[in-house]
């Protein structure tokens, strides 16, 4: 059973960046897809960037493009996603999350990591 945890996350002020990571066990990652997604307060959960193995970032989302830049270390079995340039909507708990093959269904989700942006 593949499990996902995720770390990195913290306070910090607008403009700064973090780097949250999400490293797995159980199984290695060569054949999932994987990606980030956050809710924030009151909001439903969304997609923030996702990665493949064979073309990299495959997707971001508008709100964060030139911003966050998904990543992932095979060798390591982890997957990041480097923030930069962070603003306070930006303030939700991010989850990676990883699919089987070309499933578009994402089975496998991490517990979560708080990100708060003070302004």
């Known amino acids: 059973q593949l499990q996902l945890v995720e770390s990195g996350g913290g306070l910090v002020q607008a403009g700064g960046s973090l780097r949250l990571s999400c490293a797995a066990s159980g199984r290695t990652l060569d054949n999932y897809g994987l990606g980030w997604f956050r809710q924030a307060p009151g909001k439903a959960r969304e997609i923030v960037a996702a990665?493949?193995?064979?073309?990299?970032?495959?997707y971001s989302a508008d709100s964060v493009k030139g911003r966050f830049t998904i990543s992932g270390d095979n060798a390591k079995n982890t997957v990041f996603l480097q923030m930069n340039a962070l603003k306070p909507e930006d303030t939700a708990v991010y989850y990676c999350?990883?699919?089987?093959?070309?499933?578009?269904?994402?089975?496998?989700w991490g517990q979560g990591t708080q990100v708060t942006v003070s302004s």
């Open positions: 990665f493949t193995w064979g073309a990299g970032n495959i």
């Open positions: 999350a990883a699919r089987l093959g070309d499933s578009s269904h994402y089975t496998f």
